[in-house]
């Protein structure tokens, strides 16, 4: 009896074991979704050619993406390595500067050439040039191949928010490049004849230090986000940082409005554009009460900011749409894709 209980049970944990493998074998590993194919992944490795605004690359270590959440992707700067590279990245600047040059002639075929940048196309001189060389191009643009916007709101987890910063003045404004003849210049100046606006910066001789530009501007209910061009998805971190993680509301100019709101929620920020008159616009700063003032930041219960200002997260960021980046495409007039 005990030998045929022994055997029906070990037959039974046979049947039932035998299930679970099948329901592995069906459930795992994924199915591809149609159109998608699951090759295991194999290291890439992305050479920059010139380390964006420095002749000293940071130390790359093999780990360097996995900290950014990015398996199977190795940045080097070792141009040695042009030949062996899966991509090799270009950062405009040097280019423009001509302190680096495209190793056009020793270019393998069919290896992938990207164009990064991160300015505006007002400052972006020299892509005339520059046809018919790159396959992708990584930029805050939206529609870029690999697009590395300055921030985004993520869902928030874990405690609330911290409770805003207490408020000691109306609006303030960092400029460290003040230029007469930009748009940012012009409205701060018929903005002033109706408001008390703070300014800091360079620009006037009032530099604040890297540490004391959130806490400075912290104290004022409003800050002046004024991009220094204008033009589609050029949302820097003058919204992001010195004004959302500050805690306090961004006046922008910048893009219209419409563009804004496809980073941020409508009732996050104020844009100049909103008013007939910049003395609309300051009696609407001016006047408003703390009830009003307080919607401005209903998104902080739900969204979070996350900065990006790591020149190794963009390009890590590479390899995470590798898989999906179009084969066989050439920016034939980068110039006119960028400049639209
Ligand atoms: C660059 O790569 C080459 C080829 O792998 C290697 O011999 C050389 O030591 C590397 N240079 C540096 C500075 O790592
Ligand atoms: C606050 O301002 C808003 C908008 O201007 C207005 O509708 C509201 O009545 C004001 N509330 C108080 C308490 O003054």
Not at 17 to 24: E, S, T
Not at 136 to 142: A, I, K, N
Not at 145 to 171: C, M, N, Q, W
């Amino acid at each position: 009896m005990p030998v045929l209980a022994g055997w029906r049970l070990r037959a039974w944990w046979g049947l039932a074991g035998g299930a679970v493998l099948l329901a592995l074998w069906l459930l795992w590993p994924p199915r591809p979704a149609p159109g998608e194919t699951l090759a295991p992944q194999p290291t890439l490795t992305i050479l920059i050619w010139h380390w964006p605004f420095t002749d000293r690359p940071p130390d790359l270590p093999s780990d360097t993406c996995t900290h950014f959440g990015v398996t199977n992707c190795c940045l080097t700067a070792n141009r040695s390595l042009l030949a062996r590279a899966d991509v090799v990245v270009f950062h405009h600047r040097e280019l423009q500067m001509r302190w680096a040059r495209l190793p056009l002639d020793r270019r393998p075929w069919g290896q992938p050439w990207v164009w990064a940048s991160l300015e505006s196309p007002s400052h972006t001189h020299g892509l005339g040039r520059l046809g018919g060389i790159f396959n992708w191009v990584l930029s805050y643009r939206r529609d870029s191949d690999i697009f590395v916007p300055y921030g985004h709101l993520e869902p928030r987890t874990g405690p609330p928010p911290p409770p805003l910063p207490a408020k000691s003045g109306v609006a303030a404004w960092v400029v460290s490049n003040f230029q007469e003849q930009q748009r940012r210049a012009q409205l701060y100046r018929q903005l002033a004849r109706h408001l008390r606006v703070d300014v800091f910066g360079r620009a006037i001789g009032r530099p604040l230090c890297a540490n004391c530009l959130l806490p400075t501007v912290a104290r004022y209910r409003f800050y002046l986000a004024f991009e220094n061009s204008q033009h589609r998805d050029y949302i820097t971190e003058k919204l992001w940082r010195n004004a959302l993680v500050a805690g306090t509301v961004p006046v922008v100019l910048g893009p219209p409005r419409a563009n804004y709101e496809a980073f941020v929620p409508p009732d996050a920020f104020v844009h100049v554009d909103d008013f007939g008159s910049t003395r609309q616009l300051a009696a609407f700063l001016a006047g408003m009460n703390e009830t009003r003032y307080q919607r401005f930041f209903a998104w902080r219960d739900r969204l979070r900011v996350r900065l990006f200002s790591d020149w190794r997260e963009r390009f890590c960021a590479i390899c995470a749409r590798y898989p999906h980046l179009p084969r066989r495409q050439v920016y034939e007039d980068l110039e006119g894709w960028f400049q639209a």
